[in-house]
């Protein structure tokens, strides 16, 4: 997995490349960091192949943080991913733009 952020202002994207899974996940969780100076957050999965449960949790774990924030938002998700999050019911949870 690679993971590349960008910061505009205080907009953070991070983009993933590769599978977010059990091995994965904490390596996530830790470029994310404490996410103190970010009001508002992108998650670019365009190059993302696929989400485990750890994966799903490190998102939801940016959420709780985001949620006294602007916004968190998902992007250009694949048909795995999106098919993964609808039969999670994470669809409900996150933001995530088609």
Same mark, same amino acid.
């Given at each position: 997995?690679?993971?590349?952020?960008?910061?505009?202002?205080?907009?953070?994207?991070?983009?993933?490349?590769?599978?977010?899974?059990?091995?994965?996940?904490?390596?996530?969780? =830790?470029?994310?960091?404490?996410?103190?100076?970010? %009001? +508002?957050?992108?998650?670019?999965? *365009?190059? @993302?192949?696929?989400?485990?449960?750890?994966?799903?949790?490190?998102?939801?774990?940016?959420?709780?943080?985001?949620?006294?924030? =602007?916004?968190?938002?998902?992007?250009?998700?694949? %048909? +795995?991913?999106?098919?993964?999050? *609808?039969? @999670?019911?994470?669809?409900?949870?996150?933001?995530?733009?088609?």
């Amino acid at each position: 997995m690679t993971v590349t952020k960008t910061f505009e202002g205080t907009t953070l994207t991070v983009a993933i490349e590769g599978k977010i899974d059990v091995v994965t996940s904490p390596m996530l969780e =830790e470029e994310l960091g404490k996410l103190e100076r970010v %009001e +508002d957050l992108i998650f670019d999965l *365009k190059d @993302t192949l696929y989400i485990s449960s750890a994966g799903l949790r490190v998102l939801l774990s940016a959420q709780k943080i985001m949620d006294d924030r =602007e916004s968190m938002v998902i992007r250009n998700a694949n %048909e +795995d991913v999106m098919d993964i999050f *609808k039969e @999670t019911g994470f669809l409900k949870i996150l933001d995530v733009e088609v």
